[in-house]
């Protein structure tokens, strides 16, 4: 017969049994109710959303996990392996908790990306406000870690020191632990200045071991910057902390750009000038009609170096416009004023004899010439 097993079993193990049956289904249908419901009442606010969507699925685990736990500790001492039963079903429940604990950190993650979405012309106070969450929701997701093994581990007589010395970080385990995971802990430790004091954000310009990009991502232990070409550049969190570097949009986007000519002295600076704001003013998708200027700031014997000052939105455009200057004022030079290219000049020499005469007109054989580089 199927059921025949049931006879060789006593009468408080198969109560137990299918009392514990019961609590797993009854407790899940009525969790899983309650949370179509609770979608339902909290779908027109966000927040309230957002976390019942994330702390669903461990929910739905919890709720039947704490339902066993009391049918087997009000279960008699005699049902076969009762203690492993409560033991195994404890650390579930741990388990289950420290997922929880995680999604309903990411829940608020979700909140924050929502509220401040970095797909806008100015997202500085976005990508200020994601990098701040991102790093304090990882940080604050190892701890979470951490704390949900040191619950497990103090369930066992054997670990139960090591599972309190890594929760509160004292003793000689907890040492040799915090010793070992010095370069993590590290890490983790920069990533809250970073969290806090924000040297960089995501999408932020910065120039790292003289390589140009933008911070792609920001992890725990680590920083993704994309480079110009599409290579990324995977940086320890401590870098940030320990060495120098650029960052072109820390407290703005915009940037001031400058390109740098050698010109001839007889060039006329006025309209040069002219021709430069004529190009900005036609490229209002590149200048950001701030500042635009032509300036002397450099002289030697053979020529004078001009510097053009133009500022945009952000880096990439003032690329674009550094090179969309340099390229048209040189083709405006070349056409408009052809000589005043930079130009080496030469004293030419001619030696003659003492019995020779010198043609007239001329002054020691000396001659001028004025030959383009």
Known sequence: MPMD????????????????????????????????????????????????????????????????????????????????????????????????GLRAVSAVQQVVVILNPVDVSDNLRARRIQTQTRVLVRTLGVLVIIFGVSSMLMTFPGARQFGASLLASAGLAGLAVGFAARPVLGNLIAGLQIAITQPIRLDDVVIVENEWGRIEEITGTYVVVRIWDSRRLVVPLTYFIENPFQNWTRHSASLLGSVFFW??????????????????????????????????????????????????????????????????????????????????????????????QQPAGSEGGFTDRQPPV
């Open 5 to 100: 097993w049931l006879s060789d079993m006593d009468y408080p193990t198969l109560r137990a049994l299918i009392a514990a049956t019961l609590a797993v289904l009854v407790f899940g249908l009525v969790t899983r109710l309650g949370l179509m419901l609770l979608r339902r009442v909290t779908r027109p606010f966000l927040f309230p959303r957002e976390l019942t969507k994330k702390v669903s699925a461990p929910v739905q685990l919890l709720v039947p996990l704490l339902a066993l736990q009391t049918v087997w500790t009000g279960a008699s001492e005699q049902l076969p392996y009762s203690g492993l039963l409560r033991h195994a079903t404890l650390l579930l429940i741990i388990a289950t908790l420290t997922w929880l």
């Open 263 to 356: 010109v001839d002295y007889s060039l006329p600076l006025e309209p040069l000038r002219r021709e430069m704001e004529r190009l900005c003013q036609e490229e209002p998708g590149l200048w950001d009609g701030e500042v635009c200027v032509l300036q002397v700031t450099d002289c030697n014997e053979r020529a004078m170096q001009l510097r053009v000052l133009a500022s945009s939105g952000d880096s990439s455009r003032n690329w674009d416009l550094r090179c969309y200057l340099r390229e048209n004022l040189l083709a405006f030079i070349n056409h408009n004023y052809p000589g005043s290219l930079p130009r080496v000049r030469a004293n030419l020499e001619t030696r003659t004899q003492p019995s020779e």
